[in-house]
């Protein structure tokens, strides 16, 4: 067998990665290596909400509004934004200095073409854009847009942090449609992207756009002052996770995005690494079901795998350390603004009795309940084993089908019948701050078709998130968002499995990481090790 044989080009391209990484620090004092949690391949954030493109999304693009750590919404491309005396229209504009990566001037005709691409996509922007009655620029730096009855949405869904977060495009690719990827990656943010040196699931590298002016404000969280001070930032994905903290602790790369918990121990030791969660807010687990086909068009079956999942053994997989999680019913989060305890008989403890009993109830006919498993990123590993154990003990034909992750984020959106292609069950992660509240969370949409994968269809939820966008009371939302919670649970639209928290681990010479609901690498500086 030749050498050429014994290497995969994963690792090839790794051992290159390395090696660059490990010449001599004067030369690559301005480059940050890191491994982060997922490989990308997907560049288009509008066409997924999965955290590796939204990543990349925050490298490259800018968005109009921000979200600080505090959660405020503060102004990022724009300069000002004055709603009407009568709360129907809003309008936006831009602060000077905004260019696109090509050079040339952000326009208002780019963020209108931007925002209307991203709304038909996004459940919060559907949401808006369904309330909306125009949207129209006024000049080269200024736009409006206008709404049926007084409302706040407009700001508060183009700050959204995750999800989809509002990115903004040039016109002539938001012109792109929404179905369709986007074929350049041309943004006005901190960064560049590389895209010669693009090899997709392996390595994407970003330089530093000097052209970018950020704002004077501190940076705090994704708002705030854009200051880039390294010239590159280089992401490789390795073959496992013994791979990733090796490399961490011997300097050859400088940024890991997520430990892995059961490795923590090890780097703990390093006098050299910092470990430190970066997101207080913390991370939260769901388990999704395709509506659209048996077993799960049933509402019985549906309640019946809910009950028969136990939040604390899910977590115990996927986490281990209980420093790092606690199990939680609210659906928009435990401690945060709309903490609720609706159908917490569901989501907490399994009761595998129970779920038997609904199951017969049902007529469940031995369907099998096909489960996507990815094998490749440790935060969503874990979980399909557990629903899969937890449902066959509650009388459930499991076909559990292992892939990697990004085969996941193809497959979930495929609507043809499990058999044909499609799929049952799929388990992901929210950031709570793209689940905060019933608009944020766009897993609560429950539109059939237009809903986030597994296109439930229950129009009452639909109408309380409507009643919950139009009010500015906060006790009013408190308890629309409680009445929601239960709908949702009631009706099977996600299952939330618990919260957690992610520690990252650095080298001790990256100083000024953010808290930040996204990995962010402005406002870093990199000293000689």
Not at 61 to 85: C, F, G, H
Not at 252 to 257: G, Q, S, V
Not at 426 to 450: S, Y
């Given at each position: 067998m030749s050498?050429?044989?014994l290497?995969s080009?994963?690792k090839?391209l790794?051992?290159?990665?390395l090696?660059?990484?490990a010449?001599?620090?004067?030369?690559q004092a301005q480059?940050?290596t890191?491994?982060m949690?997922?490989?990308l391949?997907v560049l288009?954030?509008?066409m997924?909400?999965?955290?590796?493109t939204?990543?990349h999304g925050?490298?490259?693009?800018?968005?109009?509004?921000?979200t600080?750590a505090?959660?405020k919404?503060?102004p990022?491309?724009?300069e000002k934004w004055?709603?009407?005396a009568?709360?129907k229209?809003y309008?936006f504009?831009?602060?000077d200095?905004?260019?696109?990566?090509?050079?040339?001037?952000?326009?208002?005709?780019?963020?209108?073409?931007?925002?209307?691409r991203?709304?038909?996509?996004?459940?919060?922007?559907?949401?808006?854009?369904?309330?909306?009655?125009?949207m129209?620029?006024?000049?080269a730096k200024?736009?409006?847009?206008t709404?049926?009855t007084s409302t706040?949405?407009?700001?508060?869904a183009?700050?959204?942090p995750?999800?989809?977060?509002?990115?903004?495009?040039?016109?002539?690719?938001?012109?792109?449609?929404?179905?369709?990827?986007?074929?350049?990656?041309?943004g006005s943010?901190p960064?560049?992207?590389?895209?010669?040196?693009?090899r997709p699931?392996?390595?994407?590298v970003?330089?530093?756009?000097?052209d970018?002016?950020?704002r004077?404000?501190?940076a705090s969280?994704?708002?705030?002052g854009?200051?880039?001070?390294v010239?590159?930032v280089?992401w490789?994905?390795?073959?496992?996770?013994m791979t990733s903290?090796n490399a961490l602790?011997?300097g050859?790369i400088?940024?890991?995005e997520?430990?892995?918990f059961d490795?923590?121990?090890?780097?703990e030791?390093?006098a050299?690494?910092?470990?430190?969660?970066?997101?207080?807010?913390?991370?939260?687990?769901v388990m999704?079901m395709?509506?659209l086909?048996?077993?799960?068009?049933n509402?019985?079956?549906?309640?019946?795998a809910?009950y028969a999942?136990?939040?604390?053994r899910?977590?115990?997989?996927?986490?281990g350390n209980?420093?790092?999680?606690?199990?939680?019913a609210?659906?928009?989060?435990?401690?945060?603004?709309y903490?609720s305890q609706a159908g917490a008989d569901?989501?907490?403890?399994g009761?595998?009795e129970?779920?038997k009993a609904?199951l017969?109830?049902?007529?469940?006919?031995?369907?099998p309940?096909v489960?996507?498993?990815p094998?490749?990123?440790?935060?969503?590993?874990?979980?399909?084993v557990?629903i899969?154990?937890a449902?066959?003990?509650?009388?459930f034909k499991v076909?559990?089908q292992?892939?990697?992750?990004?085969t996941?984020?193809?497959r979930?959106?495929v609507?043809?019948e499990?058999?044909?292609?499609?799929w049952n069950i799929?388990?992901t992660?929210?950031?709570m701050?793209?689940?905060l509240d019933p608009?944020?969370?766009f897993?609560?949409?429950?539109n059939?078709t237009?809903a986030?994968f597994?296109?439930p269809?229950?129009?009452?939820?639909?109408?309380?998130?409507?009643e919950?966008?139009?009010?500015?009371?906060e006790?009013?939302?408190?308890?629309?968002?409680g009445?929601i919670?239960?709908?949702?649970?009631?009706?099977?639209v996600i299952?939330?499995?618990g919260?957690?928290?992610v520690?990252?681990?650095?080298?001790?010479n990256?100083?000024?990481?953010?808290?930040?609901p996204?990995?962010?690498f402005w406002?870093?500086k990199?000293?000689?090790?």
């Amino acid at each position: 067998m030749s050498k050429q044989q014994l290497f995969s080009p994963r690792k090839l391209l790794l051992a290159a990665a390395l090696a660059s990484a490990a010449i001599a620090p004067s030369l690559q004092a301005q480059t940050i290596t890191a491994v982060m949690h997922s490989s990308l391949r997907v560049l288009d954030p509008v066409m997924t909400t999965a955290h590796i493109t939204r990543n990349h999304g925050y490298m490259i693009y800018d968005t109009l509004l921000a979200t600080d750590a505090d959660n405020k919404i503060q102004p990022q491309m724009v300069e000002k934004w004055e709603a009407s005396a009568d709360g129907k229209s809003y309008t936006f504009t831009l602060r000077d200095g905004l260019k696109w990566h090509d050079g040339t001037a952000v326009t208002a005709d780019d963020c209108v073409a931007s925002i209307t691409r991203w709304a038909s996509q996004d459940k919060m922007g559907q949401m808006m854009s369904s309330q909306m009655t125009d949207m129209k620029v006024i000049d080269a730096k200024s736009f409006v847009m206008t709404f049926k009855t007084s409302t706040d949405l407009a700001v508060r869904a183009l700050a959204k942090p995750s999800g989809i977060a509002p990115f903004m495009m040039p016109k002539r690719i938001a012109e792109t449609p929404a179905n369709q990827p986007i074929k350049e990656y041309v943004g006005s943010g901190p960064f560049k992207m590389v895209t010669a040196e693009f090899r997709p699931g392996l390595q994407a590298v970003y330089e530093k756009n000097t052209d970018y002016q950020p704002r004077k404000e501190a940076a705090s969280g994704t708002a705030g002052g854009k200051n880039v001070y390294v010239d590159r930032v280089k992401w490789i994905a390795t073959p496992d996770a013994m791979t990733s903290v090796n490399a961490l602790m011997s300097g050859e790369i400088d940024y890991l995005e997520q430990l892995p918990f059961d490795l923590a121990a090890i780097v703990e030791s390093n006098a050299d690494i910092n470990i430190k969660v970066l997101d207080p807010q913390g991370y939260q687990t769901v388990m999704r079901m395709n509506h659209l086909h048996a077993p799960f068009d049933n509402k019985k079956i549906r309640q019946a795998a809910m009950y028969a999942v136990d939040q604390t053994r899910v977590l115990q997989a996927l986490i281990g350390n209980p420093k790092y999680f606690k199990t939680c019913a609210a659906l928009f989060g435990c401690g945060l603004p709309y903490d609720s305890q609706a159908g917490a008989d569901v989501t907490v403890k399994g009761n595998i009795e129970k779920a038997k009993a609904l199951l017969k109830e049902a007529g469940y006919d031995n369907t099998p309940v096909v489960i996507l498993q990815p094998t490749d990123t440790p935060s969503v590993n874990a979980q399909p084993v557990v629903i899969a154990q937890a449902l066959r003990a509650a009388g459930f034909k499991v076909d559990m089908q292992a892939m990697d992750w990004q085969t996941v984020v193809t497959r979930r959106a495929v609507q043809a019948e499990p058999k044909a292609g499609g799929w049952n069950i799929f388990a992901t992660n929210n950031v709570m701050a793209e689940a905060l509240d019933p608009l944020r969370a766009f897993g609560v949409a429950a539109n059939g078709t237009q809903a986030w994968f597994g296109w439930p269809n229950v129009p009452k939820i639909e109408e309380l998130r409507v009643e919950f966008s139009g009010t500015t009371d906060e006790a009013k939302r408190k308890q629309l968002a409680g009445e929601i919670q239960q709908l949702v649970i009631d009706e099977g639209v996600i299952l939330p499995m618990g919260q957690y928290f992610v520690p990252g681990a650095f080298r001790k010479n990256l100083t000024g990481m953010l808290d930040s609901p996204a990995p962010i690498f402005w406002n870093i500086k990199k000293s000689a090790s």
